[in-house]
Nanobody
Framework: QVQLVESGGGLVQAGGSLTLSCAAS????????IGWFRQAPGGERDFVAT????????YYRDSVKGRFTISRNNAKNTVYLQMSSLKPGDTALYYC????????????????????WGQGTQVTVSS
């Protein structure tokens, strides 16, 4: 069983940057693909970015490409989401999620793929 804890959220002005962290415990982290999702008030929990357990494969939703970067440090059991050029539309509760994978290069963009979820960290971007 994997436990996930997100951190790094906060209030930032439009155009600013934040880096979110997802710290994992309780499993062989280096065999889990990780995804970031976000949910705005009244909205669905939407895919943001994902990374395979090797780090070789990443995917992003179109609206964050070129602004967000997902990375991982398996020695620290942590995945990061670097966010820059933030927009008010990025305001949401951000969740990380994990799924065990036999493939080192497979990453997953669907919410239903994931078995473990953190509690979320709030990101608020003011205009």
């Amino acid at each position: 069983q994997v436990q996930l804890v997100e951190s790094g959220g906060g209030l930032v002005q439009a155009g600013g940057s934040l880096t979110l962290s997802c710290a994992a415990s309780g499993g062989t982290f280096s065999r889990y693909a990780i995804g970031w999702f976000r949910q705005a008030p009244g909205g669905e929990r939407d895919f943001v970015a994902t990374i395979s357990w090797s780090g070789k494969t990443t995917y992003y939703r179109d609206s964050v490409k070129g602004r967000f970067t997902i990375s991982r440090n398996n020695a620290k059991n942590t995945v990061y989401l670097q966010m820059s050029s933030l927009k008010p539309g990025d305001t949401a509760l951000y969740y990380c999620a994990a799924v065990y994978s036999d493939s080192s290069v497979t990453a997953y963009a669907r919410r239903a793929n994931y078995d473990y979820w953190g509690q979320g960290t709030q990101v608020t971007v003011s205009s």
